[in-house]
């Protein structure tokens, strides 16, 4: 099962790991306290048993959101929802889903679903501070425009 992590970290868990819960929270995401995560895993629940996930290959090159920035890095792993990434300015080494906010290429899916929705067509493309963490909530997106 994919389970994610209160940080946000995802992990395959055996069923032998998972544990009944006796007393269910009124609001599941209640108990999660960072925003940006419980923002994700609504919309991932709300869009459930379809996410939205991009495609990977191993030895690909791209961007995902390391230490509050977008940083290269290359895929050296791919198992089913997730992607074993390396990144280039530490060589450490994180698991991330594919549909994670932390991957440029989502980010960038996301603004121009939410441009598409809103019907602007001024913006050409997400300024390079619109992250993540910013782009679930459309009131909160930064773009060229709002940016001056």
Not at 35 to 64: C, S
Not at 67 to 82: H, R
Not at 119 to 124: F, I, L, S, T
Request: net charge negative; with cysteine; hydrophobic share 35%.
């Amino acid at each position: 099962f994919l389970v994610y992590i209160d940080d946000h970290t995802p992990v395959y868990v055996g069923l032998p790991a998972i544990h009944l819960v006796y007393r269910p929270l009124a609001d599941p995401l209640g108990d999660i306290l960072d925003d940006n995560h419980r923002d994700f895993m609504r919309e991932y629940l709300r869009v459930w048993p379809y996410p939205p996930q991009t495609q990977y290959k191993v030895g690909q090159i791209l961007k995902a959101e390391y230490e509050g920035i977008m940083q290269k890095c290359e895929v050296i792993t791919v198992d089913c929802s997730l992607i074993e990434v390396i990144f280039e300015s530490d060589q450490h080494k994180e698991w991330l889903y594919r549909g994670s906010l932390r991957l440029e290429h989502m980010v960038n899916m996301k603004f121009y679903m939410w441009k598409k929705e809103v019907g602007e067509k001024k913006y050409d493309k997400p300024s390079p501070r619109v992250t993540g963490k910013n782009i679930l909530n459309n009131s909160n997106v930064v773009t060229d425009s709002n940016m001056l």
